[in-house]
Structures are given as C-alpha cells and as structure tokens.
C-alpha cells in the first residue's frame, strides 16, 4: 500500500575500485573522504552538484519524504576490504529495516567497486537493500560513466542512471532524474522495460571525453533516443579498465515503457560504439620529448597529463618520471606529490629552510618510478589542508588534502607534497596552497580525463605523457589475468 507522501530510503556507497593498486581501502578511507549518515546527509549534501544533492532537489520537488540512512565514498584506490563492505551494507541495512514501509530506495552508487572477494561489490549492495524492502519497492539508483555494469546489477536494480558527462559535470542532474523516475514508478505502479549490452571492449579514460570525439557522436544519439516515445533513459558506461575482473568493459543500459523501442535504441549505441573503436585509441608522448616540449614552449601553461598515475583512478599519485624530468631539464611551474613522509619533513622545518630530501615514488616504485631527490626552500606550509570545491565538478564538496608542503626549486618548480591523495580536479588544490595555475609555464595533471575541468580553459598546450602505472592509457601493459577480459579488444583483435 503507497503512502502518502510516499517513504523513500536514500543511501549511496561510491568506490571505483582499482583492482591493480596495492592500497586496501578500509572504513578509514571513507571516513576520511565522504560520510554522512542520517540527517547529515540530507543536510551535507543538499545543493550540492552530487547525485545526493541532485536526489535529495528531486524527491523534495516531488513530494516525496526521504529516509535518510548513509553516504560514504573513498576516493579510488584499490580493493575495499572485506570487512568494511559489510559494515557498510549493514548501516543501509539497518537503516531500512528500522524504518518501517518504503515506498522507494534511491541509491547513488559508482558500479566499479570491488571488495575482497566480492568483485560485483554494487551489484551486491542493491541485492542486500532488495532482501530487505522487498520485490514491490521500486529501487532506482545512479552510477559513474566508469562503472563496469553487470547482468547481476541491472537485474537487481529497476533503474540504473549513470552520468552522461565526463568530466562528470552532470552528477547532481542526474540524481536529481533518478528521484524523478522514481517519484513516476511510485506514483504509476509500474516498472520500466529494460535493455542491456555489454560489449567486449575496454576504453581508457583519457579517450572518454564526453564533449570530444569519438564519444560526442555516441552521446548525440543517446540524447536523440531519449526524445523518443517510450524510452525514459539510456546510459553509456564506458567501465573502468583498472580491475582484473569478468564484466569489464563498456556497456549501455535503457529504460521506459517501450520495450522494442529501448531494444533497439540500446542495439544501434552499442553497433556505434563497437564501430567507433579504433577512435578510442590514445595518442601519448614519451616523458623525455613531452617535457622538451614543455621546457621550450613560448606560452605557458603547458599541461602534462599523466593518466598512468591518474589519482582520480585508484593510483598513487606518488610517480616521479615526471617529476625527475622535469628536475634535470631544471624547469619551472607546479606539480603535486602525495608523500606522508617528505611532507611532515619540510613542515617540520617550515617555511623559509631549505629542503633536501627525496620524494613520491613510496607506493610501487617499479611501476611509477623511485624516490627523486628534491632540493629547494619551504615557500608554503600548512596541517590538515582541506578546501570546497568551486569548480563545475562535484561542486560544493569538502576535499581533505592532509598536510601540505611546497618547496621550490631554484628553477621555479613548485613541489606540492601533500599528505592525502588529493585529484586534480579544480584549480583550488593549487590556488589553497599559493600557487596561481595560470601563472605556472608548466603543469602536471595526474589524471586521466578530469583535469580538464580544472586547467583545460587555461591550458596553452596539452601533451599526454606515456609513464608506466597501474592506469596506464596502454592497457597492454596491465596484468590482466582473466580469460573474458583477454578477449577483449584491443588486447585481442
Ligand atoms: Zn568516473
């Protein structure tokens, strides 16, 4: 029996897991990084560009009355643990148990999580929540153009919304779409037809710009389709090729009451994408070529992206190949580091001594290179850094940078050491720390895609750096293991 206002429970675990980083990601993670439970959650997060945000404007615009039960999120590193699944699915859990009649589950999810032994950790979420409120609830959920969907997610959700934008400028609308579908389902009593493909097919981040070539094309035919009568949405998940896992790989999903319409929407995006897949192929430069260029570049800044140690995808953020180039060709402008240990080194000292210790390269040093040898004054120091958003993306969030240090070289290279992984995804991580980007001769963006959002307005050139990784552009490289992921192109064909 619906009541009235309808009852819907709100919770969200978002983790884009990557299965080749040595980092567990334990409760800590998520504490650190996103936690809200109950009340707080509506509150943290309401005007917020968040799926959260964009839920909690849409159920208040539809009526609908939110059971607020928990948000966590940690940044990507590698495999959550077992450990702190559980406890996680039992706070939602628990929260919806004690709750009484639902009507509806909103769930923001990310859909490349994976926990030790568990490597559908979404699919698993949505399945826990469905045991507990019951096959009459409609549970409609978001999730990341990174997620790598699965047969088992889709079957256990009514709905699944993933983001149409990358950088992910479009997080709160799409929330706020998911309420909106789900306020319909609650008042209408009915579920949506749905349709999915998988294809064998693994995009790197650096190619899924979503206002770029090959996948402007390929999200103007989704918007297209979804004008049409009966479908409601179609999502393009791109996957996330950082996991050694079976349902790697892109994948579109849609909805509405139109099944053959949806069938075939869905059928003639995925032949697109499928032909479309030679244009997803990187374009990279050497370290040694790319810095020369940088160094001899007229006008700055000149930014160097470094996907292989894209922090924004489960690595380090610790490689130094950049770094030492950039030292021996004695250049100028910023990079950013996450070493614990030289950053309390030059806090101790503070500002106005003289660094000389090494940096980055603690994590996986055969992979993103050794310690390199960093010389020059303390210019900024400050415990626990942390900073709102501004910028498009994830507007509004609180992002903890832990302690921070930068010493300048004498040729006028900003190191920003900073305790926590911080993602480069807003000009503000510089600007908190002194340092004016669009001044800068050259950047360094550890990130695939997402810098964009941060330094492509300003960027005089771009040059994407091949480095080795645990997100390398070059998925040849990685340690794949899994026969159905072998099989997908480009490794095979
Ligand atoms: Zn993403």
């Known amino acids: 029996m619906k009541q009235n206002p309808p009852r819907v429970l709100i919770a969200g675990l978002w983790h884009e897991t990557n299965g080749f980083a040595p980092m567990a990601t334990d409760i800590a993670a998520f504490r650190a990084y996103q936690w809200a439970e109950g009340a707080e959650l509506l509150t943290r997060y309401r005007g917020t560009n968040t799926e959260i945000g964009g839920m909690v404007a849409g159920a208040e615009a539809a009526g609908l009355t939110l059971v607020p039960a928990l ?229 700055g800044p000149v930014v160097l992206v470094e996907p292989a140690d894209n922090v924004g995808g489960g690595a380090p953020g610790d490689g130094t190949a950049i770094l030492a180039e950039l030292i021996a060709r004695g250049a100028g ?58 910028g498009p993306y994830m507007t509004g969030q609180t992002v903890p940078m832990g302690d921070v240090a930068v010493v300048e070289t004498a040729a006028g290279l900003k190191v920003v050491l900073t305790g926590e992984r911080v993602m480069p995804f807003d000009a503000t991580h510089l600007r908190r720390v002194g340092i004016e980007p669009a001044e800068q001769p050259i950047l360094v963006a550890k990130s695939g895609s997402a810098w964009k959002a941060a330094f492509g307005a300003m960027a005089a050139e771009v040059l994407v750096v091949d480095t080795g990784g645990v997100c390398s552009s070059t998925v040849e490289r990685l340690p794949y293991t899994r026969d159905a992921v072998r099989a997908m192109w480009p490794l095979a064909g």
């Open 71 to 299: 948000f966590a999120g940690a940044i990507p590193s590698g495999l959550v643990t077992a450990e702190a699944l559980e406890a996680l699915i039992r706070r939602i859990e628990d929260t919806a148990r004690a709750a009484g009649p639902l009507d509806g589950v909103l769930l923001a999810l990310h859909g490349a999580m994976i926990a030790d032994g568990v490597d559908e950790a979404d699919a698993e979420v949505v399945r826990r929540v469905r045991h507990v409120v019951g096959h009459e609830v409609p549970i409609v959920a978001s999730f990341d153009l990174h997620a790598n969907l699965s047969d088992a997610l889709v079957a256990a959700a009514d709905q699944l919304i993933g983001y149409d934008t990358f950088p992910h400028i479009d997080m709160g609308a799409r929330g706020e779409e998911a309420a909106v579908v789900l306020a319909a389902m609650i008042a209408g009593g009915r579920r949506p037809a749905k349709a999915f493909r998988k294809l064998p097919m693994i995009t790197v981040p650096q190619m899924q710009a979503t206002a770029e070539p090959p996948m402007a094309a390929i999200m103007a035919r989704v918007f297209e389709a979804e004008t049409r009568p009966g479908i409601s949405t179609i999502s393009v998940a791109q996957g996330f090729a950082y996991a050694d896992v079976d349902h790697l790989g892109v994948a579109v999903v849609g909805y509405g009451e139109d099944a053959a319409a949806i069938e075939a929407a869905v059928d003639a995006i995925a032949e697109a994408l499928w032909d479309a897949r030679e244009g997803f192929r990187p374009a990279l430069q050497p370290v040694e070529q790319a810095v020369e260029r940088a160094v001899m570049a007229e006008r």
């Open 333 to 390: 402008g910023a990079i950013v580091l996450w070493d614990p240990v030289a950053v309390t080194a030059a806090v101790e000292i503070g500002v106005g001594s003289t660094f000389n210790g090494k940096a980055g390269g603690r994590t996986l040093p055969a992979l993103h290179g050794a310690p390199v040898r960093v010389s020059g004054a303390v210019v900024f120091v400050e415990r626990a850094v942390s900073y709102t958003r501004d």
